[in-house]
């Protein structure tokens, strides 16, 4: 196929795909930063930090009891008999219940060693552990793993709306840091009954199998370790600057790094839409596996480059009008923060292109090698310049990340430069025509190359 005929091509099932999961996630999202915005204009900085704190601690917690807990789950969906979804169903809550229960005990004790033991700081926490608890018993994993990614989506929307609507009507008449997590709990208990209703027999209520639940860890804490140690990486800046820093500063950070991360849902499920059809050529062709691998690295690093020069560009605005006055050193921070997102997004295609090779156990090595050097470099920072500016280390961390991983994509075989002319693999449509050219059968007739 000429380059003229490769380019003519419609990713017209990629596009749909990417509507379906996106749209409702980045609604969920905005409304996520929306309550952020909220609570800090009407609660000050101060218990936006108190908020922030218990935040991180379950945002870590939430990574073990989520993340391989659903993956199994939607894997055991896709291989399994219809008459087994309840089942599944049944125990992945199970699991989930009892990864739950171990990591209260935990959080607890994560809080006592940052010096947190107050009355106050303790309920925060407990009412962020329940809400953590409802949010992920949530069963939008389960529309996901059988295909119905258009109710998932709307299911999140729906959270996302009731959430800040509730956060609303609480802070009318009551104005303290626990209206977050309550607004986020009861919006999580709502999306939980319209989902059962959406799923009709496959969420009917049943006894879990212990052995069944045992089998369904085996995967998934595994999985989900690795999730947390990821999300480690991110919280460490905050939980470091809590051991070091006033509240005033924790809460600076709290709410630019949650920000920041508002931008990782879309990369996830950019990643997520691409991720079968680029396991599929990794394995039938991994020569054009490697090609497609540096094309989706190379647009993925500049589109988050181009998003990143328009928030440093905009964050006078941007950042006190979403935060309110209670925040005037945020804007100037925000702006030297936000470019972390550009050696994220590299690093993240290329994860994504190792779990598709089946790299698990490089994987783990790099994001474990990564959290470590966070909370060195983060205490460290903090402990030498404690004010928010301390977080800049960061920068460091997540271009160590990148090379990282870079250099183990590049031994194990995963990315490599393509033979094309560089108007082909710079082409911002090169990537759709390659996943839409894959998965209508064609890959192996179809080339990169100009015709001659």
Known sequence: MTVRGFLAARPDTLLAHLIATGVGEFVYRITQLLTVALAGWVLGAADLGVIGIAWSLTAIAAGIVQAGS??????????????????????????????????????????????????????????????????SLGYGWALNGLGRFYEQGLIRLFQGLATLVLLVLLLLVFRSPLAVPVAEGAAAMLAIV??????????????????????????????????????????????SAARWTPIEEVSHLSVLFRLMLGLHPFLNVALQTIYPSLARTMASDPHRGREMV????????VAMTAVVVVLAGMSEILVPTILGPHFPQAAPLFRLLVPVMVPFTIAA??????????????????????????????????????????????????????????????????????????NVWLNPLTLGRMVHLERAGTMSGASLHPAK
């Open 194 to 239: 319209v989902a059962r209703r959406r799923l009709g027999p496959f969420a009917r209520l049943s006894l879990p199998s212990l052995t069944a639940v045992r089998e369904l860890a085996r995967p998934a804490i595994p999985l989900g370790f690795a999730a947390t140690v990821g999300t480690v990486i991110w919280q460490a800046p905050i939980l």
């Open 70 to 135: 659903e993956h199994a789950g939607t894997h055991r969906l896709a291989v399994s008999p219809p008459d087994q979804g309840a089942r599944i169903l049944t125990d992945v809550s199970a699991l989930k219940l009892g990864l739950i229960l171990a990591a209260v005990p935990v959080l607890f004790g994560v809080q006592t060693v940052l010096g947190y033991v107050d009355a106050g700081s303790r309920l925060q926490l407990a009412a962020q552990v329940c809400s953590m608890a409802l949010v």
């Open 349 to 422: 295609a290329l994860t994504s292109a190792l779990v598709a090779r089946g790299q698990a156990r490089t994987i783990v090595c790099v994001t474990t090698a990564t959290a470590a050097m966070a909370a060195v470099a983060s205490n460290g920072a903090f402990w030498l310049w404690p004010t928010a500016t301390g977080a800049l280390v960061f920068h460091g961390v997540l271009w160590g990340q990148a090379a990282m991983t870079g250099i183990a994509a590049w031994r194990c075989g995963v990315i490599g430069r393509p033979a094309a002319a560089w």
């Open 294 to 301: 540096f094309v989706l690295t190379l647009h993925a690093s």
